[in-house]
């Protein structure tokens, strides 16, 4: 189920508040021990798997379009196992994710309005377009790299608190 960039320009859901804007800091919940090692600052490619940017989309949250209480619950729904918690959250401006290009300058991730009912917050990033394993893990690891320096810059993951101060 690739997706392209043109789809970014639609709303794809009828829960819709519109496109995602480059301007706009996005957020991935970050799933301990699934996307990060204990005390790490640094995803692993876990945190976005291929398959999801290829398939069903890697779920992310527009800031701009929640708050600490709905992106606590959002949180809460992924913790379908026992061994799992919150490590925190991974932020970045949708911009940066945009950015990352191959050799004929062509964009390889779009990022998409996909709103539900319960969360008209949720968004997706998907590949852009078709391309071999080699080549995804390659723009795979830029995109979460974009994410890293971010959390490199900040000194740890995100907690709440930190991503709704004033």
């Known amino acids: 189920m690739t997706q392209s960039v043109d789809d970014e320009q639609i709303s794809q859901s009828e829960f819709s ?3 995602v804007e480059d301007r706009e800091d996005v957020i991935r919940i970050i799933v301990y021990p699934h996307h990060v090692e204990e005390g790490d600052t ?3 490619a876990a945190a976005f798997q291929r398959t999801e940017l290829t398939n069903r989309g890697a779920s992310i949250e527009r800031k701009a379009l929640t708050n600490p209480k709905k992106l606590t619950h959002s949180s809460h729904k992924l913790l379908t196992k026992e061994d799992r918690s919150i490590a925190g959250y991974a932020l970045v401006e949708c911009s940066s994710i945009r950015a990352i290009i191959d ?3 062509n964009r390889i991730f779009c990022v998409l309005d996909t ?3 319960c ?3 949720h968004g997706d990033i998907f590949f ?4 071999p394993k080699p ?3 390659k723009y795979r690891k830029d995109m979460i790299d974009a994410f890293n320096k971010r959390l490199i810059s900040h000194g740890s993951l995100y907690a709440i608190e930190e991503i709704f101060a004033p």
């Open 17 to 19: 508040c519109g496109p």
């Open 42 to 44: 640094v995803l692993q």
């Open 103 to 105: 050799e004929m300058g």
């Open 115 to 117: 709103a539900l009912k």
């Open 119 to 121: 969360n008209p917050a």
């Open 128 to 131: 852009a377009k078709e391309l």
């Open 135 to 137: 080549k995804q893990i």
